[in-house]
């Protein structure tokens, strides 16, 4: 049981590169979420989806955009990296539209140079 | 403006020893309370989910008790081992008009040693 996958692991940066980092869940999970850890900080929700073709803002979208063609992915995309983006990024799923326990992947920690 | 507290920051403690976690929280409207173990490098992972109307509710040797009314919420781990040195997560859930969504604490970080 895979859960949720997160790839890539580790990526650098350097400033005004563009990438995706990509979350996929085999859970037929509608609710699918991106949020970003940073040292002193609790997690801080980017962008969310309660279902394909349905995504929101959370509480720090700037710089970043999502979609979600299909129930099972949910990537995020850096337009212009810079480097207030460096941190941890989880990518989490739960059903019930969020209500319930949220499955999380194992992260991706980016550094933009 | 809805927030999670934790204290304390950090703890070190014998294997072995008990050892008791704190969350405060001023969030609304309250959905559910939630704790995550993160060990490093890793993601969140829950150990327990507790709503408006439980008291406690435990997961093996961790125990979280909810006391609505104050807005106050403990973790208790029993006979700690080596392996739950870990930062530990306290998580509000508050509903919005299309889901719910989570207010994080900033965790304590939890040494065990021999």
């Known amino acids: 049981n895979a859960g949720v996958t997160q790839t890539p692991k580790f990526q650098v940066l350097k400033t005004g590169q563009s990438m995706t980092l990509q979350c996929a869940q085999d859970m037929n999970h509608e609710y699918m979420s991106w949020y970003r850890q940073d040292p002193g900080m609790g997690l801080r929700l980017i962008h969310y989806?309660?279902?394909?073709?349905?995504?929101d803002q959370g509480e720090v979208p700037n710089g970043y955009n999502v979609s979600r063609s299909t129930t099972e992915d949910f990537p995020l995309r850096l337009l212009s990296a810079a480097p207030s983006q460096t941190s941890v990024y989880f990518c989490?799923?739960?059903?019930?539209?969020?209500?319930?326990?949220?499955?999380f992947g194992q992260g991706t920690r980016l550094t933009v140079v | 403006k809805n927030q999670v507290e934790q204290s304390p920051q950090s703890l070190i403690i014998l294997e072995g020893k008990n050892c008791t976690l704190q969350c405060n929280y001023t969030v609304s409207p309250f959905s559910n309370l939630r704790w995550y173990k993160q060990d490093t490098g890793r993601g969140p992972v829950s150990l327990t989910i507790m709503t408006f109307s439980e008291n406690t509710k435990s997961n093996g040797r961790y125990t979280a008790t909810l006391d609505a009314d104050t807005k106050q919420s403990s973790l208790h781990i029993t006979a700690s081992q080596l392996s739950d040195s870990a930062s530990y997560i306290c998580?509000?859930?508050?509903?919005?008009?299309?889901?719910?969504?989570?207010?994080f604490g900033t965790g304590t970080r939890l040494q065990v040693t021999l």
């Open positions: 989806s309660v279902g394909a073709g349905i995504t």
């Open positions: 998580v509000v859930s508050f509903r919005t008009g299309t889901a719910s969504k989570l207010t």
């Open positions: 989490a799923s739960s059903p019930d539209r969020g209500r319930t326990e949220a499955f």
